[in-house]
């Protein structure tokens, strides 16, 4: 069991570029998310898939666009990159049963992102 | 809405006690504690429910206050392991599908 895998770990863009950030999770869990933590201001939602095949908004929307490929996958993808988005992204993902008492939200290992 | 968490930081020595509180401006449905070492991601401590117990493991345990909108983390006998940043993820109900995180706590056990 691999948890939640993210790909790059590490990656520095230049401005204008587009990239796409990819995460995986095997624990057959139906919601997945994608936040990013810059010093100070804590886990900021970017987006996140309630269930296979929707996607929502979280706060901070804005320059980003993902998809839920399957179950398995939700990818973040930079169209123009900007300095503003220098941050480190997380991918989650959680088993929404109704039953909040074992709904663990789990979290990949992170992307550290340079835009110069 | 992003909870409220105090104090932002605090520095213990080896063995003393520290408490991290989670606020809400809305009613809580539920609040999911995490800790985070740097460079590393957020790991899972506990979750505590609307109408839960308080729960807790090892020396690290947490309430949750309804009335308060309020949720506190009880660190005892502090280990320099427990070093670290402290986050709160609440949710405002059952129908949500995204945890909101305060801006951590962070918390340095000194020798």
């Known amino acids: 069991n691999a948890g939640v895998t993210q790909t790059p770990k590490f990656q520095v863009l230049k401005t204008g570029q587009s990239m796409t950030l990819q995460c995986a999770q095997d624990?057959?869990?139906?919601?997945m998310y994608w936040y990013r933590q810059d010093p100070g201001m804590g886990l900021r939602l970017i987006y996140y898939s309630a269930s296979e095949g929707t996607t929502d908004k979280g706060e901070v929307p804005n320059g980003y666009n993902v998809s839920r490929l399957n179950k398995r996958e939700f990818s973040l993808r930079l169209e123009s990159a900007a300095p503003s988005q220098t941050s480190v992204y997380f991918c989650?993902?959680?088993?929404?049963?109704?039953?909040?008492?074992?709904?663990?939200?789990?979290f990949g290992p992170g992307t550290r992102l340079t835009v110069l | 809405q992003q909870p409220v968490q105090s104090p932002q930081a605090v520095i213990l020595r080896e063995g003393e006690d520290a408490v991290i509180n989670c606020s809400s401006s809305k009613a809580l449905y539920s609040v999911h504690w995490y800790r985070q070492k740097h460079g590393e991601a957020p790991i899972f401590l506990m979750i505590?429910?609307?109408?839960?117990e308080q729960k807790g493991h090892d020396k690290i345990s947490a309430s949750f206050n309804e009335k308060k909108q309020q949720s506190s983390l009880y660190l005892t006998a502090s280990q320099l392991s427990y070093s670290g940043t402290y986050f709160c993820?609440?949710?405002?109900?059952?129908?949500?599908?995204?945890?909101?995180f305060g801006k951590g706590t962070s918390l340095l056990v000194t020798p």
């Open positions: 989650a993902s959680r088993y929404r049963s109704g039953q909040t008492s074992t709904d663990t939200q789990y």
């Open positions: 624990m057959n869990h139906n919601s």
């Open positions: 993820g609440t949710e405002n109900s059952n129908s949500g599908y995204a945890l909101n």
């Open positions: 505590l429910l609307k109408g839960g």
